[in-house]
């Protein structure tokens, strides 16, 4: 019995390491590639809590068509405060995002996840409209780019491991899935430019 007992704590801590090492291997990567947020974002009213939000994205892309970059810069906003915990920042962005997206004449898919966005106060289920805007985002941003790079990130551990992805202009990672419980889980999976 003791024996089994032994095996199965032994089991645990590696999975338990498993996910660790998962979410941790870019690391080093990531404490290299620090920056610093945007002027325009750091203008906002925003928690000064932790360095969370003051090692965001820095908008850095352009894009061909002025809604576009509306768009990417808004959906920007939403995930900056995911990576906060910050509900209500991130609806604010939701509502921009809705507006520019109307005015790009989006799928309606995309709309309909923004406005789940705009209308939930949960974090949770923020964050699932967000996996479904990250989603619908794609077909926006695709060869929309006139200059600058956009990293396709994925989290192995997102929605009970089934994993996700967001967009960010930043190489480093900065999970809006997680925010601080875990901050830097995930890696770069794709370059746009």
């Given at each position: 019995?003791?024996?089994?007992?032994?095996?199965?704590?032994m089991?645990?801590?590696?999975?338990?390491?498993?996910?660790?090492y998962?979410c941790g291997?870019?690391?080093?990567?990531n404490?290299?590639?620090t920056?610093?947020?945007d002027?325009k974002m750091?203008?906002?009213?925003?928690s000064?809590?932790?360095?969370?939000m003051n090692?965001e994205d820095?908008?850095?892309?352009?894009?061909?068509?002025?809604?576009?970059?509306?768009?990417?810069?808004h959906?920007?906003g939403i995930k900056?405060?995911l990576v906060?915990?910050?509900?209500?920042?991130?609806q604010k962005?939701?509502?921009?995002l809705?507006?520019s997206?109307t005015?790009a004449?989006a799928?309606?898919t995309?709309?309909?996840a923004?406005?789940?966005?705009?209308e939930?106060?949960?974090?949770?289920?923020q964050?699932?409209?967000?996996s479904k805007?990250?989603?619908?985002?794609e077909t926006?941003?695709?060869?929309?780019l006139?200059?600058?790079?956009?990293?396709?990130?994925f989290c192995?551990?997102a929605?009970e491991g089934?994993?996700?992805?967001?967009?960010?202009?930043?190489?480093?990672i900065r999970?809006p899935?997680f925010?601080?419980?875990m901050?830097?889980?995930?890696?770069v999976?794709?370059?746009?430019?």
């Open positions: 019995m003791r024996k089994q007992v032994r095996n199965g704590l089991v645990a801590a590696l999975v338990a390491s498993f996910g660790f998962s291997e870019n690391k080093d990567k404490e290299e590639n920056t610093v947020m002027e750091n203008s906002e009213d925003h000064d809590s932790s360095e969370i090692v820095v908008i850095n892309v352009q894009f061909k068509e002025t809604t576009t970059q509306a768009a990417f810069e959906y920007i900056s405060a906060a915990s910050d509900n209500t920042e991130a962005h939701a509502g921009m809705l507006e997206l005015e004449k799928e309606q995309l709309l309909d923004t406005k789940q966005l705009v939930a106060t949960d974090i949770d289920k964050r699932q409209a967000f805007i990250t989603q619908g985002m926006v941003l695709a060869g929309a006139s200059s600058g790079e956009i990293y396709k990130q192995p551990m929605f089934k994993g996700d992805y967001w967009y960010s202009t930043s190489s480093e999970n899935y925010g601080d419980k901050l830097k889980c995930g890696r999976e794709e370059v746009l430019n």
